[in-house]
């Protein structure tokens, strides 16, 4: 029989039809900004299942809901909550028979319950301010919010009459007599984060009591820190909380101390107040015997060591755990027999999770590759979140001995069949005074061998960061991968997860060691992979990585053929006198620009404008209060004065990072179009 030819799908096929071939494609952000994620994960206290929250994008429209999984069973999640309203800081109650979630149904966020032998949630709170988080004593009978409100204000209605004041007048003046006004990405309106504890045997909730009552200080902190620095005491007598004490000096030190309050907000006492530096954290035993926290000792310093410290609550004696362990803990809980506690720490590029100890101080790590959070202990095995570079993020189970480890979830996994990851790999060179520098490499998603591919050289910010094997919806590598560049990072010295020793080579030498280990890096992972064309590369960095570029243009001209600097300092003796958080430049160059001016002046970029020649994209946000962005636009003012190509993008309504989902579109498309212009 003769064959007959159709063409179906811009296939052909002879005499039957085929199945459409799919192609691997490189990631893109627009594949991106549709990836679905995990959130709000939390292990019952009986350790035999798991909640978690899912972020679902279809179509630009975001749904999030709860999923129940039993743990050590094969039945399939189960979907908990159906509802357009998302629910988040999920908290199991102490029987295992319900969970306690943050939600807006009611048309502001309060405190809900579902059940999970099946009915419709319960609201607990109705309550006139925002609840934004919250925990429940270990008896079921309390429970604390974390509201912010006004000093002045008796009642909550009071405070929730001020803030709809203020929303009515958003231009009227604002009035301040003292450090910080604006942090971060907003200006300070007046009210602080406070605790407020109710018993939650009564509901709804309607009358709950300030334990932090006239503190003008916020708890937990702002912007970042949440309901892990708040917990009831083992008796459920007391709260256990992190904050700074109230001062006219917050801008300019970083002495957080634990502090203990009775329930009705009496007996307020400080359990730290000799350390003087950061003290964060804190953890009770299951058995009620210790409470772990981590402290820094170096006062002013926000990159110091976090040491794993153990009181015991019999004897009162405080001891550091493991004090030889040159790492920087994250995240702490204990082991089911209080003896162990279970850390994250970075580590040579991951974030890795151990096992320690508190007696002998004994270190085992049970999980290594990738960056892992921890997420609750189930029975002999440690429940937690990790990312790599080629993994936006699922839940594993992984054992105590790190012997097996268990994938729970796999988000993602219809939308990410058909792309390509970039292979990566890490690698090390002889940087600064000969000593190992890490970084990592990762090929374009086509490559193909033989072939010489661009280089985006990435600069981490911090400066006391890394680019490790994690996943960021902000600069990506991967995103780099799939535009057909070959990515370079480099973890030079003031890096973290090397040694606090390393971490702290960077102070008062911002420009001096991290170039030198950017410049041997670059020629190292050239050699080393033949393939990486470094007469073709850009450089590009955000904060500390923006700074970077701009000291590049003035001292490393030659290199590059193009430059992005993102929220980039670019004068230093201007950035000291506009910037919030003063305790961190303060530490990082010795002082205040008027007590040393000869440290910032020393690796000042606005002092080597004359060796500017290279084109440069300059990015910021208008509302970034940590380097405003008066810092970028004088960085073009200078371009342009010099006539040197150059291009500003400004966003309106982003902070130091791009969080809204059509402005990465727009960032990614405007960075890779500038850096395809001057490399393809």
């Known amino acids: 029989m003769k064959g007959r030819f159709s063409k179906i799908h811009g296939l052909m096929v002879a005499g039957l039809i085929a199945t459409p071939m799919t192609f691997a494609k490189g990631f893109d952000v627009r594949t991106l900004t549709t990836l679905d994620s995990i959130h709000s994960s939390a292990v019952s206290p009986d350790g035999t299942s798991l909640v978690y929250g899912l972020k679902a994008v279809n179509d630009k429209t975001a749904t999030s809901n709860l999923y129940l999984k039993r743990l050590n069973q094969s039945q399939s999640d189960l979907q908990l909550t159906n509802h357009a309203s998302t629910e988040h800081s999920v908290v199991w109650s102490h029987d295992n028979s319900s969970i306690y979630f943050i939600s807006s149904r009611s048309g502001s966020p309060q405190v809900w319950n579902l059940s999970l032998t099946g009915g419709e949630a319960k609201q607990i709170t109705d309550l006139p301010l925002a609840i934004e988080g919250f925990k429940i004593s270990t008896n079921g009978r309390k429970i604390v919010l974390s509201m912010s409100s006004f000093l002045d204000c008796e009642s909550l209605s009071c405070s929730a009459d001020k803030f709809a004041a203020q929303k009515a007048k958003p231009n009227a003046g604002k009035v301040y007599n003292q450090l910080m006004v604006r942090h971060w990405d907003t200006w300070k309106d007046g009210s602080y984060k406070h605790l407020f504890v109710a018993d939650i045997t009564n509901q709804p909730i309607t009358k709950v009591t300030d334990v932090t009552a006239d503190l003008a200080t916020d708890t937990p902190a702002k912007p970042f820190s949440g309901m892990e620095e708040v917990t009831f005491t083992p008796d459920n007598k007391h709260l256990v909380y992190t904050a700074k004490a109230p001062s006219q000096t917050q801008a300019s030190h970083t002495n957080y101390d634990l502090w203990q309050v009775d329930l009705n907000g009496e007996n307020l006492k400080n359990l730290t107040e ?38 015991d609550l019999v004897t009162g004696t405080v001891k550091e755990v493991a004090p030889l362990w040159d790492r920087s803990a994250r995240q702490l809980m204990f082991a089911p027999d209080s003896r162990n506690l279970i850390v994250t720490a970075q580590d040579i590029g991951q974030v890795s999770v151990f096992m320690i100890n508190i007696q002998f101080g004994d270190i085992k790590q049970i999980q290594g590759e990738g960056s892992s959070s921890l997420v609750g202990v189930a029975g002999n095995d440690v429940v937690i979140k990790k990312k790599a570079l080629n993994n936006p993020g699922q839940l594993y189970k992984v ?11 796999n988000a993602n996994k219809e939308k990410l069949k058909d792309v390509d990851f970039g292979q990566f790999s890490q690698f090390s060179f ?15 998603s086509n490559y193909k061998s033989g072939e010489k591919y661009p280089i985006a050289f990435l600069i981490h910010g911090g400066p006391q960061g890394s680019f490790g094997n994690s996943w960021s919806t902000r600069w990506n590598p991967q995103l780099w991968a799939g535009a057909g560049y070959g990515v370079v990072m480099i973890d030079f010295h003031g890096s973290t997860g090397y040694g606090q020793q390393f971490t702290d080579s960077i102070n008062q030498d911002w420009g001096g060691k991290p170039l030198e280990d950017l410049q041997k890096g670059l020629v190292a992972v050239t050699n080393q992979q033949p393939w990486l064309d470094s007469t073709n590369a850009c450089a590009l960095g955000a904060s500390y990585g923006g700074y970077m570029v701009n000291w590049i243009a003035g001292n490393w001209s030659n290199q590059f053929k193009c430059l992005v600097n993102h929220a980039g300092l670019f004068d230093m003796r201007m950035f000291y006198n506009v910037t919030e958080e003063l305790w961190f430049p303060g530490y990082d160059f010795g002082g205040s620009y008027a007590q040393v001016p000869k440290n910032y ?62 402005n990465k579109v727009q960032w990614y498309d405007a960075v890779i179009g500038w850096m395809d212009k001057f490399t393809k």
């Open 399 to 409: 054992s105590f001995d790190g012997a097996h480890v268990e994938q729970l979830t």
């Open 601 to 662: 002046e020393k690796f000042n970029p606005v002092n080597f404008v004359d060796n500017w020649k290279t084109p440069m994209l300059v990015i910021h946000g208008e509302k970034d209060f940590r380097v405003p962005y008066g810092q970028g636009l004088a960085a073009f003012t200078i371009l342009q004065n010099k006539k040197i190509e150059s291009q500003l993008m400004v966003f309106p309504e982003e902070n130091h990072w791009i969080l809204n989902n059509d």
């Open 430 to 444: 002889k940087g600064w005074n000969d000593e190992t520098v890490y970084g990592y490499w990762v090929k374009p």
């Open 274 to 311: 000799k350390n003087k530096a950061w003290d964060a954290h804190p953890t009770f035993s299951p058995d009620g015997r210790y409470m772990a926290y981590v402290a820094m000792e170096k006062p002013g310093a926000e990159s110091d060591r976090f040491a794993i410290m153990l009181k």
